[in-house]
C-alpha cells in the first residue's frame, strides 16, 4: 500500500492513514465478487475516496465451480490523491477458493495483503485449481501477510438465526467478506446495509441473513484481534473540485449522454441494438429511459438494429445503435447506406477482443481501423473515443452533435473496460450545455421540387425533411445522387463531385473541434505519448511518474480519430519522437503515419488486460534513451 | 391504418390523381414488366384511399420491385438488400401516424431478408407488405429465387434447381402475421381491391402480387393467370361467402375429413351440393393455412384475395408509443443524474 503520510492522530497505533491501495477481490462466478466489489466501491466513493475499478470477469456465465477459468475479480484502486488507472499490482487479494488464488496471486504486490477462505480449500477444489499441494499448508504464500480465516463456516454461523439452506447461507460469505474488508479500511457499512434492504426487499430472510454476514465480518475484524497481524488503514477524501459527486459507470454516463443529446437537438431517440457483451448494459440502461423521450428497439439482428435506426432518422428521431465489434461488422453495410442517404445515426461500438467472437468480457482497442476505414466504398464517418467512465457523457453529446449537424453516422468508440467501470463524477449542470437544435427543412416557397441534397455551404449538410410534412416528398436510397437534384445519378463526373463532397464533409469537421491540447508537458519535450480511448489513465500516470523523474516527455490524448483536429500533424511535429501505446497491434500508429508521414512509434497490448503503468514506463525510458 | 392517419390538410380539399402519386423519374423496368401494371394499380389506388402524398412513404429493399419508391410522388427510402421491414420498423417507431407501403420480392423478402419478414410480421408493425414474387432473381440476372420450382435452370443452377420451394404466404402465416393476401400484376380490378383492404388493416398486412419477369422467368404464373385458365385456377376468395370457382362456377373447395385437407369438388357429381362447399371464413387461421398451399398441383385452384385477416386492437408500435407516452415526462434528465448516492465536495 502505498506511501503513509501521517501518523494516526489518536495516536492507537492501529490505523494507518494512506495515500492508496488497491484492492482486489477474486473468487469463483458465482460467489458474487462483481457485487462486492461495487458495494465497496459505493462506501469507498461516499467516504469521498477518488477511486477506478476493473472488474474482470470470464464469458462463460457460471463456469463450472472451481475451476480457473470461472474465476472472476473485481479489481478497485481508491485514494486521497488522483486515481488515475486501476492501480498496476493490489496491495490486498481475497481469494474465495483456491482458483481464485492461483489466477490472480502473480497479482498480489510481494508483502501484500492476503485473505482466504481456507474453508473453500478443500481436496477437491484444490485438484480443481491444478495445485497438488494445498499451498495454506507448504509456506509457498510465505512473501505475502496471509490472513486465512474459514470465511465459509464463520458465514454459516452467523446466518444461522435466519434458517436458509446450506447453499442459500453459503452465499452470504461474499457479504461477510465484504464486512471484514470495509472494517480493514474503515468505511461505513450503513450503505450496504441500505442497497441489501432495498434488493432483497421481498425476501426478508434473505435481506437479514446478508446484513448478518456483513456485520459479523466487520465484528470479526474487529474482535479477533486481527490488529495483531493485520493493520486497519483510512484513506481520505480526495481533493477534487468542488461540486455534488456520484459513481457512474462508462454504460451510464453514455446512455445519458445520449439523451442529453436528444434534447440538446430536440428529437426524440429511438435506439436499435441486439444484445452483445459488453455494448448490452446500454441496451439495458436506455431501456429504462422511456420517460425522457427514448424508444428502445430490441432488433431481431445487429443489421436490424442499425436498419430500424436509421428508419427512425429518417422519420425525423435520432437513431442511435449500439454493438460491439462483430456486430458492427454485421452494421458494416447499413451503415454505407447512411452515409449515402446522409442520415445521422450514432453508432456505439464498446470494443472488446477480436477478430471473430475474440474475448467478449475483455478489452481491446482493435477497432479503430474498422471504424475508420471498415466500409465498402469510400466511405468516411467521424470517429470519436472516449476515455473514461465519466467522459463517456461528454462524447455522447459531442456525437449527437455531429451526427445532427453534418448529417452523417458518427462511430462513438468505447470499450468493454469503460462500460463496466465506474468512477467518481462531478454531475454536470445539463441546463448550461450549448443546445444545437435541428430545424427541419420546409417547402421550397416557390412550389419548386424539393431537393433533399440542397447542402448549407459551410457544413456541406443536406437538407433533412421528415415525411409527414407537405412539399418536400422526396425519395432516397443507397444509389448514387445527382448533386444538382438529388435524383439518381450513374453520370461519372458527378460520381466524382459526390464522393468528393462526401469527403469534404466530414474532413471539413475538423474546423469544428477544439485543436488538440497536450494533458501534460510543452512542446519543448523529446517524447509524446499519443494515446486514445481507455488508455487514458495509465499513460497519464506513467507520464507523470516519468516527468517526476526529469524526463521530458509529454501525453497527448485524441478524442477525435476522424477527422484528426486541425492542428494535430503541426503539432506532433513538433516532438522529435512519438511513441502510441494502443490495446491492439497498432491501428492508430499506422492511421497517425499515414496521415502525418511521422516516425509514430508502437507500444502494443492484446492481452485482454489494461496497460500497467510500469510497462508504459519502461516503454518511455527506453523510447527517452534511445 | 386507417385510424392513425394524419388529419386531412388544406391541401387535399382537391381529390389527388393517380397522376398526383407519379414522379417525374423515367420508369426503368424493363418493357413488358409486370412491375409497370403494380406501380400504376397503386397510383391509381392511392387517391381512392384518401391518403396524402405527404403522409404516404414507401420503403424497399433492392431489387427490380425495390425500385418502386422512385417512381411514387410521396416519400420513399430504397434501402439495402433485404433490410426494408427493419428501415420500416424504425420509421414507424420515429412516427407512428405514417402510412408506410414496404416494397420486397422474393429474393429481397424471403432470401436475404427472411429474418426480418419474419420479425415485422410477427412484432404485428402496421405496414402494407408488397411482395412481387416472380420466382426469379431479375436484377442480377436471372438466378433462382427461394419461390423457384424445383428444377428450374438458371445461371447458378444449370442443371436445374434441387432447393424446395418457399410458399410466401405460409412463411407469412408460419411467422403469425394476422392479414395474408395474394392478387396477381394483371388483375387491376382484384389488386385494388387487395390494396384497399390491406391499407385498411391496422397491424402488418402481407400481400403476394404473382408478377411476371418478362426476361428471366416469362409465364412462370402462366398456368394460373392465362385468361383461358384464370376460371379453373384461381379460388377468389370473399369473406362469407362460398369458396366456388371454375368456369361455370360449380367447382367447389371441401373439406375431406378423411384426408384432413381441402379438396376440389364438382358440384352435381358424386352427389356434391352446394352445401358441401366450404364458406370463406377470413378469421379462421386454420383454413388460412389449408387455403396457402392450395394450388400446389395443376388440378387445384390458387387462392386469390385475402386469405386471411384477424384484427387486433393495437399495433406493435402503437403498445411501443403507447408505454413510452404513458411513462414521458414522469422524470427529468436530471432527476436520473441526481438518483442514487451522491456527496458533496466543498
Redesign the interface.
Known sequence: MSVVIQAPADGGGDVQILESAVVRFAGDSGDGMQLTGSQFTTSTALAGSDLATFPDFPAEIRAPAGTTFGVSAFQINFGAKNIRTVGDRPDVLVAMNPAALKVNLDTLRPGGLLVVDSGSFTKRNLQKAGYEANPLEDDSLHDYQLIDLDISKLTLESVKPFGLGNKDALRCKNMWTLGLVLWMFSRKRQPVVDWLNKKFAKLPDVAGANVAALNAGHAFGETAELSATVKRYQIGAAHAAPGLYRTVTGSQALSWGIVAGGELAGLDIVLGSYPITPASPILHTLSGLKDLGVVTFQAEDEIAAIGAAIGASYGGALGVTSSSGPGIALKTEALGLAISTELPVVVINSQRGGPSTGLPTKTEQSDLYQAVYGRNGDAPIPVIATRSPGDCFDVAIEACRLAVKYMTPVMLLTDGFIANAAEPWAIPDVDALEPFKVAFAEAPADGADFNPFLRDADTLARNWAVPGTPGTEHRIGGLEKSFDTGHISYDPENHQKMTDTRMDKIAGIARDIPAQTLEQGTQDDTLVVVGWGSTFGPIAEAVRIAREDGLKVAHLHLRYLNPFPANLGDLLRRFPKVLVPEMNAGQLKTVLRDTFLIDARPLNKVSGQPFRIEELLTAIRAEVSA | MNEMT?PP?A?DAVKLTAKDFA?D?EVRWCPGCGDYAILKCMQRTLPDLGV????T?F?SGIGCSSRF??Y??????????G?A???????????P??DVWVVTGDGDGLSIGG??L??ALRRDVDLNILLFNNKIYGLTKGQYSPTSDIGTRSPSTPQGSIDPTVNPISFALGANARFAARTVDTAQKHMPEVFTRAHGFKGASFVEILQNCIVYNDAAWKSVTEKNVVADRQLLLKHGEKMLFGANGDKGIRFNTATFALEVVTIGTDDITADDVLTHDETNLQLARMLAELGSNPDEPMAMGVLYAAPADTTYEAA??A??RA????????D???S???????
Not at chain 2, 411514387?72 to 438488400?81: E, K, Q
Not at chain 2, 411513462?327 to 436530471?334: D, E, H, I, P, V
Not at chain 2, 442514487?340 to 466543498?346: D, F, P, R, S, Y
Open positions: 394524419a390538410t391541401a414522379t423519374q396524402t402524398r405527404e403522409n412513404v420503403v419508391p422512385y411514387m410522388n410521396t416519400y420513399g427510402f430504397h434501402t439495402i438488400h433490410r421491414p427493419a428501415v420500416a420498423t424504425g420509421l414507424k417507431l420515429a412516427n401516424d405514417l429474418n426480418h419474419l420479425h411501443v408509443l408505454d413510452a411513462q414521458r415526462g414522469k422524470r427529468t434528465l436530471k436520473v443524474l441526481f442514487g448516492q451522491t456527496w458533496e465536495v466543498a
